[in-house]
């Protein structure tokens, strides 16, 4: 039956702007997980949310560690034998990246809608500073290769209301796992909307090729068309066909 409680989830959430988006659908999608039997624990990085700390002051070691820190809270604080990780988004290869480092302390990974480009996706995310602009002067004053270059100078730049630094950017645009993949030692899931574009699609093949001997390896599970990480309003907060596929899955 679904009343296992001897396995608990950590849910890593997306990147800051996406997270204050689907914050209400990660909440109920815990609270969903838990009535059915599954012990689940959210948290927010360091410099996001309701933690402490500058998001200014954060970069990539920061979050795998805090992560790392949750596993071992959930390990201490309740009586799961197996605690599992459930990353969204970019969060899938921070996961990833800390799962390596667990190693047999983590039951199975989960990789939920994953992106795999880091470079690509953070600078789609300067696309918010453009809509700044555009509000604040009527048309935009410096393009995003300007506003790269102002960032790798060492300037600190808002992106949606984060403030982007040279230390949380450039290690970040260099992670990447789909050429360095991680040793992992767990079981592995990919969760695919099937709303993800045909290129994510393909680097999450290309990822799972490095671990195709890993006889735990499912296939991607592809969720329904409810989710999208990206819309701000008018999206469904209670995607029950997505919560009930995930559930099946874990």
Excluded at 117 to 127: A, G, P
Excluded at 131 to 152: F, T, W
Excluded at 155 to 169: D, H, K, L, P, Q
Aim: glycine share 6%; charged share 20%; proline share 4%.
């Amino acid at each position: 039956g679904h009343y296992n409680r001897s396995i608990g989830y950590v849910l890593c959430p997306p990147f800051a702007p996406e997270h204050f988006k689907v914050y209400r659908i990660l909440y109920n999608a815990c609270r969903y997980l838990a009535v059915h039997g599954i012990t689940m624990m959210r948290f927010d990085y360091a410099g996001t949310g309701d933690s402490s700390n500058e998001f200014e002051k954060i970069g990539v070691g920061t979050w795998i560690q805090n992560i790392m820190d949750a596993c071992t809270y959930m390990h201490q604080r309740t009586d799961v034998s197996k605690v599992g990780l459930i990353g969204c988004r970019l969060s899938s290869v921070w996961a990833a990246l800390a799962a390596e480092k667990l190693g047999h302390k983590i039951h199975r990974l989960v990789m939920w809608d994953p992106i795999f480009d880091i470079h690509t996706y953070l600078y789609n995310q300067l696309r918010a500073n453009l809509s700044e602009q555009m509000i604040k002067h009527g048309r935009v004053v410096e393009n995003r290769e300007k506003i790269v270059a102002r960032i790798e100078s060492g300037e600190i730049v808002s992106i949606g209301g984060y403030g982007f630094t040279r230390e949380f950017y450039l290690p970040a645009v260099q992670v990447n796992i789909i050429n360095n993949p991680p040793e992992l030692v767990t079981d592995l899931q990919v969760m695919t909307s099937s709303s993800q574009q045909n290129t994510e699609h393909t680097d999450v093949l290309r990822f799972l090729k490095h671990y195709s001997a890993n006889s735990n390896l499912n296939d991607i599970i592809t969720l329904p068309k409810e989710v999208n990480w990206e819309l701000s309003k008018g999206y469904v907060t209670f995607p029950d066909q997505t919560f009930a596929t995930i559930l099946e899955n874990l």
